[in-house]
Structures are given as C-alpha cells and as structure tokens.
C-alpha cells in the first residue's frame, strides 16, 4: 500500500504538535536519568515544624547495607496575622532556616530505616523589601507586609487571651528528632506500581519554650506509592500523624490537632544527569483549634525544583515552595540539599 505522497504508508508517522517536540526530544536524550525519587520538602509554618512528619519518599527499598545521606537547607520568609473572638490569636512575621542531616540504611527484607538530625534559626532576615516590591510589581496582594516593621522576628499564638505557642529571634537551636522505618510491599518496576507502608516516631530534643518542639513523644504512620514510566515517575504519599500539645498550651486548655496529609509528585528526566521534579502537598494545621481562618486552614503548597548529578550517586537538589492556599503557608521557600543516593532495588 502506499501513501498520496509515494511513501509506504507503514512507514508513515504521527504527527508531533511543535509544542511536545521539544520535551519529547529532551525526555529521549535522558540515557542516564537522575531518577532518585521526590524531594523530602515540607511545610516550614513553625508550628507544623514541631509535628512529626514523613517526609515524601520512593515507594522502593534501599539494598540491605546501602546508605543514603542528605544534608538540606530550607530557608523560609513568613507573614500573617489574625484575630478571632475571646481573645484567640495568631501572628508569625520573619524568616526560618531549618537545617538537617538525614541518613537512610537498607534493613533487608524490603525494610528500609530513616533518622533526621534538624536545627533551626529565626532571625528578622533581609527579604522584606524585595517582597514587597515583588508583590507591588506584579499587583499581587501582600497581606499587609508594606505597613508592618521591616526585618523583625515574632511568631505568637493565644487562645482565649493566654499563650499557647511562641517563637523569638534565635541563632541555630536543635528541634525534634525524627525517626521512621518504612516497608515495601510491592517493589515497582517500569510501568508496574509500588507500595510501601511507613511509620515514624519523633523525639522531644527541641525546646518547648522556644518553639522548637511540642514536648511530647508524636507518631505517624502512612504509606507511599510510585508508578515508574518511560517518560519518567508518579509518586503519592498519605500520612497521619498523632501530635502532642506544648506545656503552655495544656495549662491553656488548647490542643494541637493531630495533621492529616496528602502529596504527590512527577519526576522527568531531561537531559542527561538532571531531572525536573514537580511536587503538591496538602496538610492540615495543628493550630486549627484556635479557630481563625489564618491559623485553621488547610495548607497547599507547590514545590518545582530539580535534581542534577555530580558525580557517580552524589545529587544537588534544589526547590522553591509557593503557598497555594493563600493566609495561611509561609509566602516562599528556598530549599537546597546535596545528597549522596545509589540506586534503590
């Protein structure tokens, strides 16, 4: 058979639309895709800090005896403050830098074992005026940003006039620890899903009085699945994670809310050694007892980052956070990681 304009019509293709060439060309050239898995980023709200959560994760086990070591910086500017009736509460202005080490080692058995050492810093930062003008430049609201002070650090929670939660200016102080151990029960393969189930426990190493912790021993549990494809990785995560409330707010008569989550995420190798990766999670506040709409939304925010190979397993990894849900979230978060990661079975 053959086609009008002489070719054998088996030998005729498809059509590409301009607009996929150019992806599907990048996706093509990826021979060696820098596939490791979502990037472990979360809600920097200070008071989400100080709630145990598992940070997204492959639905893949690491080899028995392999190690996974990841140092992060994630530096955050925060703005919102609101009222409700009987004296309740919430205000946070300022910047966080949160920090950690985190390790992973492959159990065996499809276990695989997670540990987080983090420090926080709050400080007044520097970026107030470039949001300002950023905000006013593209005609976004800023929340009242250009009237406040500039440069200072306060976050302060009251409930029926009392304190329930507060934070200061402070240099780098150590916060919770957590640890979690996670199951795959379905490894996945190309075009074949995976699943895992996780559980984690975080320590009270963080002052209390400082903000940085709630004081008591949280739990969470969750599971994690991964979909591998040819153009590259779907992920979804789900979590719940039973939390504790600080001294000052039991003697309130407050509770933080235990936090409900939500995420999911794509992976797309682009080129040789670097991946693009696009993550959304959604979380409930742990502060929504309070009962203001700037403490008790849920929280939705946008991460687009990627992951670019050094050397052999060693990755820079990188992010920016957009708030989706708007009065609620930190305004933007820089995060940055470099990290040592072999290939998961």
Same mark, same amino acid.
């Given at each position: 058979?053959?086609?009008?304009?002489?070719?054998?019509?088996?030998?005729?293709?498809?059509?590409?639309?301009?607009?996929?060439?150019?992806?599907?060309?990048?996706?093509? *050239? #990826?021979?060696? !895709? =820098?596939?490791?898995?979502?990037?472990?980023?979360?809600?920097?709200?200070?008071?989400?800090?100080?709630?145990?959560?598992?940070?997204?994760?492959?639905?893949?086990?690491?080899?028995?005896?392999?190690?996974?070591?990841?140092?992060?910086?994630?530096?955050? /500017?925060?703005?919102?403050?609101?009222?409700?009736?009987?004296?309740?509460?919430?205000?946070?202005?300022?910047?966080?830098?949160?920090?950690?080490?985190? *390790?992973?080692?492959?159990?065996? #058995?499809?276990?695989?074992?997670?540990?987080?050492?983090?420090?926080?810093?709050?400080?007044?930062?520097?970026?107030?005026?470039?949001?300002? &003008?950023?905000?006013?430049?593209?005609?976004?609201?800023?929340?009242?940003?250009? %009237?406040?002070?500039?440069?200072?650090?306060?976050? @302060? =929670?009251?409930?029926?006039?009392?304190?329930?939660?507060?934070?200061? %200016?402070?240099?780098?102080? $150590? =916060?919770?620890?957590?640890? /979690?151990?996670?199951?795959?029960?379905?490894?996945?393969?190309?075009?074949?899903?995976?699943?895992?189930?996780?559980?984690?426990?975080?320590? !009270?190493?963080?002052?209390?009085?400082?903000?940085?912790?709630?004081?008591?021993?949280?739990? %969470?549990?969750?599971?994690?699945?991964?979909?591998?494809?040819?153009?590259? +990785? *779907?992920?979804?995560?789900?979590?719940?994670?039973?939390?504790? /409330?600080?001294?000052? =707010?039991?003697?309130?008569?407050?509770?933080?809310?235990?936090?409900?989550?939500?995420?999911?995420?794509?992976?797309?190798?682009?080129? &040789?050694?670097?991946?693009?990766?696009?993550?959304?999670?959604?979380?409930?506040? +742990?502060?929504?007892?309070?009962? $203001?709409?700037?403490? /008790?939304?849920?929280?939705?925010?946008?991460?687009?980052?990627?992951?670019?190979?050094?050397?052999?397993?060693?990755?820079?990894?990188?992010? $920016?956070?957009? @708030?989706?849900?708007?009065?609620?979230?930190?305004?933007?978060?820089?995060?940055?990681? $470099? %990290?040592?990661?072999?290939?998961?079975?």
């Amino acid at each position: 058979m053959v086609a009008p304009d002489g070719a054998p019509a088996h030998h005729r293709r498809m059509p590409v639309p301009r607009a996929l060439a150019l992806p599907l060309l990048l996706v093509a *050239c #990826a021979t060696n !895709p =820098a596939r490791r898995g979502p990037l472990p980023v979360r809600n920097q709200h200070p008071a989400q800090l100080t709630v145990m959560h598992l940070d997204p994760a492959p639905a893949s086990a690491l080899r028995q005896g392999s190690v996974e070591v990841r140092g992060t910086a994630a530096y955050s /500017s925060l703005f919102l403050s609101g009222t409700g009736s009987n004296g309740n509460s919430f205000a946070m202005d300022g910047e966080l830098l949160r920090t950690s080490v985190q *390790c992973a080692v492959g159990l065996g #058995a499809g276990f695989t074992a997670s540990a987080e050492l983090p420090f926080v810093l709050t400080t007044g930062g520097f970026l107030d005026d470039f949001l300002i &003008d950023y905000h006013r430049f593209l005609g976004l609201p800023d929340q009242g940003r250009d %009237a406040a002070p500039r440069n200072q650090f306060n976050v @302060d =929670a009251t409930f029926q006039g009392q304190p329930v939660f507060a934070q200061h %200016a402070e240099p780098l102080k $150590i =916060a919770d620890v957590p640890l /979690s151990l996670a199951w795959t029960a379905v490894a996945p393969h190309p075009g074949s899903p995976g699943f895992a189930l996780r559980a984690g426990v975080e320590l !009270p190493t963080g002052n209390e009085d400082r903000g940085m912790g709630n004081g008591s021993v949280d739990t %969470a549990i969750g599971a994690v699945a991964e979909l591998p494809l040819d153009w590259g +990785t *779907c992920f979804l995560e789900a979590q719940h994670s039973f939390v504790g /409330s600080p001294h000052a =707010a039991d003697q309130a008569g407050f509770s933080f809310a235990d936090v409900s989550a939500l995420g999911g995420g794509l992976e797309l190798p682009i080129v &040789d050694d670097l991946s693009a990766l696009v993550q959304v999670d959604w979380e409930t506040s +742990t502060l929504r007892n309070l009962d $203001i709409q700037r403490a /008790s939304h849920d929280q939705v925010l946008l991460w687009m980052g990627g992951r670019l190979r050094l050397e052999h397993d060693l990755f820079l990894e990188f992010s $920016i956070g957009e @708030d989706l849900a708007n009065y609620i979230s930190p305004d933007v978060t820089f995060w940055f990681g $470099i %990290a040592w990661l072999p290939m998961r079975r």
